[in-house]
C-alpha cells in the first residue's frame, strides 16, 4: 500500500466561504495565560515535553491548529509554515459530546501549551458556514447553530477560523494539482474536494446514499467496522472507491482518519493514504489567503 507524508505546506484555499474567522472581544483576556496547573495532569505533562523536543524560534504568527473528533480532541501548535512547535496533545471527546465540555477540554488543552499562538483553526467534524455549526451527526444535536468560532475567540482571546474536518484535512493531504479526493475513515465518513487546490467546501459524502440502503457513513463508519469487521469493511472500502471514482473521476484520492491504517493490500495508483496528523496539519492553509 502507497503510504504518504503529509504535504507540510498545503495550498492556499482560494474560495471565501471555506474559512471563518471571529475576531475576539477587545475586553477578553488571553486565556492562555492561565496556569498550566490547571490543565489535566496527563496533557500538560505531554505537552511539556513535546514543546521542550521541537520547539524552535519562528518569528511569524503561530496557528494552534484544533482537531475535533468523535473520539478525541487534539492540538498542537504550528508554524507560521505549518511546521509543529509541539507535539499533539490529545483527550478522549467528553460523552455527551455536547458543545461545553468540548470546549473546555479545548481551552484546556490549548492552555497546557507552553509554546504561545496568535490565532486558532478548528476542523469541526460536521457542516460548518461562517464559524457557526450546522450539523454535527457523530457528537450531539446541540451543536446545532452553536457559534464555535465566536466561543473560542472569546474565551482564548484570539482570532478563530473553523471548517470541516475533512477539508482541512484535505489541506494537509493534497498536491493541489488537479481535481483531488480526500476520504477520512474515523468515527465518521469525511470527504473533501479541491480542484487546483481549491475547495469545493461542505462536499458531505457521508449521509448519501452508498449500497444495500446504507449511506457510506453506515458501511465505512466505525460502527460498522466494529460491526462488521475488518476483511468486511476493506472490501466496503474497495466498492466506494470504484464508485466514486467512476462518480468523480478525480486525479488522486487521499484516505486519512483514524482507521486509514486499517486498510490491507494494494491500493490503485492514484489512492494513497494520509497520516491523520494531516488534519491538523491542515490547519494552517486556513490562513493562506
Ligand atoms: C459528517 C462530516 C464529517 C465526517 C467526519 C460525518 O458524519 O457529516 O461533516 O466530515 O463525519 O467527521
Redesign the pocket.
Known amino acids: 500500500m502507497a503510504i504518504r507524508k503529509s504535504k507540510k505546506t498545503p495550498p492556499t484555499p482560494a474560495v471565501e466561504d471555506v474559512t471563518q474567522e471571529a475576531t475576539p472581544s477587545e475586553t477578553v483576556e488571553n486565556a492562555h495565560a492561565e496556569a498550566i496547573s490547571s490543565a489535566p495532569a496527563e496533557v500538560a505533562e505531554s505537552a511539556a515535553t513535546a514543546t521542550e523536543s521541537t520547539a524552535t524560534e519562528t518569528t511569524g504568527p503561530k496557528t494552534l491548529s484544533v482537531d475535533i473528533g468523535g473520539s478525541g480532541v487534539k492540538l498542537m501548535v504550528l508554524d507560521e509554515n505549518g511546521k509543529p512547535l509541539t507535539e499533539r496533545a490529545r483527550q478522549d471527546t467528553p460523552q455527551p459530546a455536547k458543545p461545553q465540555p468540548i470546549v473546555d477540554v479545548i481551552v484546556a488543552l490549548a492552555n497546557s501549551q507552553t509554546v504561545g499562538f496568535d490565532r486558532i483553526s478548528v476542523g469541526f467534524?460536521?457542516?460548518v458556514h461562517g464559524g457557526v455549526v450546522y450539523?454535527a451527526?457523530?457528537l450531539d444535536p446541540d451543536w446545532r447553530g452553536y457559534d464555535l468560532a465566536g466561543t473560542l475567540s472569546q474565551i482564548l482571546g484570539k482570532p478563530t477560523r473553523v471548517a470541516?474536518?475533512?477539508d482541512v484535512q484535505g489541506f494537509g493531504a493534497i498536491e493541489g494539482k488537479g481535481l483531488e479526493l480526500v476520504l477520512?475513515l474515523?468515527?465518521?465518513?469525511?470527504s473533501a474536494l479541491f480542484i487546483d487546490g481549491r475547495l469545493v467546501p461542505n462536499l458531505?459524502l457521508?449521509?448519501h446514499p452508498f449500497r444495500n440502503d446504507c449511506t457510506y457513513?453506515e458501511q465505512l463508519g466505525r460502527i460498522a467496522l466494529d460491526k462488521a469487521g475488518k476483511k468486511k469493511w476493506n472490501k466496503r472500502v474497495r466498492k466506494a472507491i470504484e464508485l466514486l471514482a467512476r462518480i468523480i473521476n478525480y486525479r488522486a484520492l487521499y484516505i486519512g482518519g483514524g482507521n486509514a491504517k486499517k486498510l490491507q493490500g494494494d491500493l490503485p495508483t492514484n489512492v494513497s493514504t494520509v497520516s491523520n496528523e494531516a488534519g491538523i496539519l491542515g490547519g494552517i492553509a486556513l490562513w493562506r489567503y
Open positions: 467534524p460536521g457542516v450539523t451527526p457523530n470541516n474536518d475533512a477520512t474515523g468515527t465518521g465518513l469525511g458531505e457521508a449521509h457513513e
